[in-house]
T-cell receptor, first 113, second 116 residues
Framework: QQQVKQSPQSLIVQKGGISIINCAYENTAFDYFPWYQQFPGKGPALLIAIRPDVSEKKEGRFTISFNKSAKQFSLHIMDSQPGDSATYFCAAMPDTGFQKLVFGTGTRLLVSP | DTGVSQDPRHKITKRGQNVTFRCDPISEHNRLYWYRQTLGQGPEFLTYFQNEAQLEKSRLLSDRFSAERPKGSFSTLEIQRTEQGDSAMYLC??????????????FGPGTRLTVT
């Protein structure tokens, strides 16, 4: 049972363009939504995260948009660069019990020069 | 801050052998997690420690798997009688105690296990 659905599976964006990755969740107990960036052979690196009390969070070129009623959130990468080429995972964590991250299936981003 | 470290980075073993992996969390973190990641998938939760107490185990963690964190610092994950289906990247993560950004989990580089 996949609790966090992520799309697209892969994405090609030209340098300088905007990369958009979407996630949807079902469990209304989720209240923390991070995005991780992973390069081949490396562990996931925390990129940016949001709680449901805000609809948007921006850090540099990375923005999370959050729609609580639709149970959806997305990552926007502005001015995408070849160095952003990596796999991106959305995740969610419930507000009760222990803090297990539930991950999406990942989006492979390629930024062409 | 040296980050989360894992050892070894790569392990090749024959089916039926036992393997053990080690994770050293960030020093201020009292929470430690193990995840497993197969090719093309997101990490899946295996188990969670708060200090030395193992508080949660996934159904993915069969009885061939055992994890320990004896002194609340480093942790080990042992797989007995390895099977080819155990081939995966084993990731360790750690986080602060409750009240200090407890949600932020920081991952190590992982141990890539190949069972032949």
């Amino acid at each position: 049972q996949q609790q966090v659905k992520q799309s697209p599976q892969s994405l090609i964006v030209q340098k300088g363009g905007i990369s958009i990755i979407n996630c949807a969740y079902e469990n209304t107990a989720f209240d923390y939504f991070p995005w991780y960036q992973q390069f081949p052979g490396k562990g996931p690196a925390l990129l940016i995260a949001i709680r449901p009390d805000v609809s948007e969070k921006k850090e540099g070129r990375f923005t999370i948009s959050f729609n609580k009623s639709a149970k959806q959130f997305s990552l926007h990468i502005m001015d995408s660069q070849p160095g952003d080429s990596a796999t991106y995972f959305c995740a969610a964590m419930p507000d009760t019990g222990f803090q297990k991250l539930v991950f999406g299936t990942g989006t492979r981003l390629l930024v062409s020069p | 801050d040296t980050g989360v470290s894992q050892d070894p980075r790569h392990k090749i073993t024959k089916r039926g052998q036992n393997v053990t992996f080690r994770c050293d969390p960030i020093s201020e973190h009292n929470r430690l997690y193990w995840y497993r990641q197969t090719l093309g998938q997101g990490p899946e939760f295996l188990t969670y420690f708060q200090n030395e107490a193992q508080l949660e185990k996934s159904r993915l963690l069969s009885d061939r798997f055992s994890a320990e964190r004896p002194k609340g610092s480093f942790s080990t994950l042992e797989i007995q009688r390895t099977e080819q289906g155990d081939s995966a990247m084993y990731l360790c993560a750690s986080s602060f105690p409750s009240g200090r950004a407890p949600y932020e989990q920081y991952f190590g580089p992982g141990t890539r296990l190949t069972v032949t």
